[in-house]
């Protein structure tokens, strides 16, 4: 940031606090999406870990909508090839006779039933419809996101100048640290983003330490 601070606009856009409220939100569905994810992967692998035989990625669509229709092992055992293939993914997508005939072999190999499967698929069921409202989030929060990046010509200015920086995270940059003309110097601005350090010299010691007051979520931006 420091070496492209110059890149970053002054601005006293009302827009900004709303980004700031959006690129956060953004992030923390971010974090709960991984949580959900995670939390999914480890309760398949108590009952139905098979499943991540055939999907190891579970946030595909695939996957999601395949676990909603059939979350227990013995419904899959019970239901046609065919009848799997068939579901809808989307108007235009199923999820075909590949995946399906996968997962029909891999649950033909299980010799064990759970006695809570019931309840296991349950808790199945209801993680998929998090995972999904999260998604779901993250989507809206994207779409209006862009919507500032195409209002906001300094979004567009930092994504172009910062390396490495696309359209998402200058939006980020942008809403955490707002006017740059409040930073009187480059060391300043790095010291509010936390990538700076402050003086600590003593006599004949020379030393630094790292700033307390800082902007985290610049931070992690940068």
Not at 62 to 90: F, G, M, N, V
Not at 107 to 115: E, F, M, N
């Amino acid at each position: 940031i420091q070496h492209h601070a110059q890149a970053i606009q002054s601005s006293s856009d009302p827009r900004l606090g709303k980004l700031r409220a959006l690129t956060r939100q953004y992030r923390t569905t971010k974090r709960d999406l991984t949580r959900a994810l995670n939390r999914l992967e480890k309760h398949l692998l108590g009952y139905f870990p098979d499943f991540l035989q055939v999907f190891d990625n579970l946030q595909t669509l695939t996957a999601r909508t395949l676990l909603a229709h059939y979350p227990a092992p013995s419904k899959i055992a019970r239901t046609r090839e065919t009848t799997i293939a068939k579901l809808k993914l989307s108007d235009k997508r199923s999820v075909g006779p590949k995946a399906a005939a996968k997962l029909k072999a891999q649950v033909a190999s299980i010799t064990y039933l759970d006695p809570l499967e019931a309840e296991m698929s349950t808790v199945t069921q209801t993680i998929i419809a998090q995972i999904n409202l999260f998604l779901e989030q993250i989507d809206t929060l994207l779409a209006q996101i862009q919507s500032f990046a195409e209002q906001m010509p300094q979004i567009k200015q930092v994504a172009e100048n910062v390396p490495g920086a696309g359209p998402l995270t200058a939006a980020e940059l942008i809403a955490e640290i707002g006017d740059i003309h409040r930073f009187a110097t480059r060391d300043k601005l790095s010291l509010y983003c936390g990538i700076g350090c402050l003086d600590h010299s003593s006599g004949k010691s020379i030393s630094a330490r790292k700033p307390i007051r800082i902007n985290h979520n610049a931070k992690i931006l940068s």
